[in-house]
């Protein structure tokens, strides 16, 4: 596999999750307390290495075809999850993300809550919200890293990927100071959604004994034909709901 | 405790499967098509994809449905 569409892959898919968790921490360090949500980001990012430390060797020690057809399967039902919300927000069926209005959600319900720390953390309302965050969106990184790492034979350029990502998205929100909504979330979303299932559908099938004609060019033709299916379809939905209203 | 048990298998299940399930069978029906056909010689690489195409069609048509 093209060691440049695995980066590209990983970065927009942890970007995705990266720009989601950056809303919740700034919402909840502007309106509590900015100790307690950087120690939940801390605390939630030594889960996931833990998950990592744990979840890289295991899958490593799976034989390849096994692998392939598991994680393959694994990543397509993954991915069409993406695909399909993707699809129904681009047709107008479901909202589309918007990191203001989380913004401004997350930081109605921090001033409303109650105040008082555990231990060390002064704001136990901050901590846990941002560390939950932090563990949802980071285990969908670990998740694609790991898999799309093992699967190409390529775990640095992957986990290079992530960690450009994150480090790109948490800069420009502790530069800025507020919600990432110029970043073209849902767009982004679509794109991954097509792309994991273009490399779910490869490697599941060739797991399961396929040989693709083309070999590896076959990614590229399903990453075409899946984005080319999948705009259609957000077109048809579109259409048929300006016509029925 | 069982409560907590019940969460975190609820928690695995939307992250893997989400909301529409029709579609975690449809691709490990797929996968299992193809697996079998391979072991009978068949290359049948056109499977998978195509059933990507009619789960993703019949997915979104469906949500769509609902919502309207």
């Known amino acids: ?245 | 405790m069982i409560t907590r048990l019940k969460g975190f298998a609820r928690f695995w299940y939307d992250f893997f499967v989400g909301d529409d399930w029709t579609v975690a069978v449809g691709v490990v029906l797929a996968l299992a098509a193809t697996y079998a056909l391979s072991v009978a010689g068949v290359n049948a690489w056109w499977i998978t994809p195509a059933a990507v195409l009619i789960l993703l069609a019949a997915s979104v048509r469906r949500a769509a449905r609902s919502r309207n």
């Open chain 1, 1 to 245: 596999m093209n060691s440049a569409a695995l980066f590209l892959t990983v970065f927009l898919a942890c970007a995705v999750e990266a720009v989601e968790a950056t809303t919740v921490v700034l919402a909840m360090g502007t309106a509590r307390d900015w100790r307690s949500a950087l120690s939940g980001v801390a605390a939630g990012l030594l889960l996931l290495v833990a998950v990592v430390a744990v979840l890289g060797p295991a899958i490593s020690a799976v034989p390849l075809d096994a692998l392939r057809l598991l994680v393959g399967g694994v990543l397509l039902i993954f991915g069409l999850q993406w695909l399909r919300k993707a699809v129904l927000r681009a047709s107008g069926h479901k909202a589309l993300h918007n990191e203001d209005a989380v913004f401004r959600q997350q930081l109605a319900a921090a001033q409303s809550a109650s105040a008082g720390g555990r231990g060390l953390v002064p704001d136990w309302y901050g901590f846990t919200v941002v560390f939950k965050s932090v563990v949802l969106e980071g285990l969908e990184v670990v998740f694609i890293a790991v898999t799309f790492g093992a699967n190409a034979h390529d775990v640095p350029v992957a986990a290079v990927a992530a960690l450009i990502a994150i480090l790109v998205v948490a800069g420009v929100g502790a530069v800025v100071r507020a919600p990432l909504s110029r970043v073209p979330e849902n767009t982004m979303k679509f794109a991954v959604g097509v792309m994991l299932c273009a490399f779910g559908t490869f490697w599941g099938a060739e797991g399961a004994g396929v040989s693709w004609p083309g070999a590896d060019l076959a990614i590229v033709v399903l990453v075409l034909l899946y984005g080319c299916v999948a705009v259609m379809l957000a077109a048809a939905l579109r259409d048929r709901s300006k016509a029925s209203s």
